[in-house]
């Protein structure tokens, strides 16, 4: 049964915009810290934003400035605004959330062209 469901990857030209979506259960959301992590090809996942339950945010460097992590309770979603799109950021894209364990989507692509 899957706790977390990503949507919104794609294919985007550099320079481009993507919007990603993750939806759960409100017994989930409510309490967790949400947030994104992202595998590039041949590298290992990394750290992308989080978002706490009081909107206290971070971000990896490589992304300040350009992505926004938000939440919204009325729909039990996290949502990661990239802007700017680069190459580099092609890569799977998970939503995670964390309240004492941890919950993984299953993953979505994201895909820069350049």
């Known amino acids: 049964q899957e706790q977390l469901v990503e949507s919104g990857g794609g294919l985007v030209q550099a320079g481009g915009s993507l919007t990603l979506s993750c939806a759960t259960s409100r017994s989930i959301f409510s309490r967790s810290t949400m947030g994104w992590y992202r595998q590039r090809p041949g590298k290992e996942r990394e750290l992308v934003a989080t978002?706490?339950?009081?909107?206290?945010?971070n971000y990896a460097d490589s992304v300040k400035g350009r992505f926004t992590i938000s939440r919204d309770s009325s729909q039990n979603t996290a949502s990661l605004q990239m802007n700017s799109l680069k190459p580099d950021d092609t890569a799977v894209y998970f939503c995670?959330?964390?309240?004492?364990?941890?919950?993984w989507g299953r993953g979505t692509q994201v895909t820069v062209s350049s």
């Open positions: 978002i706490t339950p009081y909107r206290g945010t």
């Open positions: 995670y959330a964390k309240y004492f364990r941890d919950w």
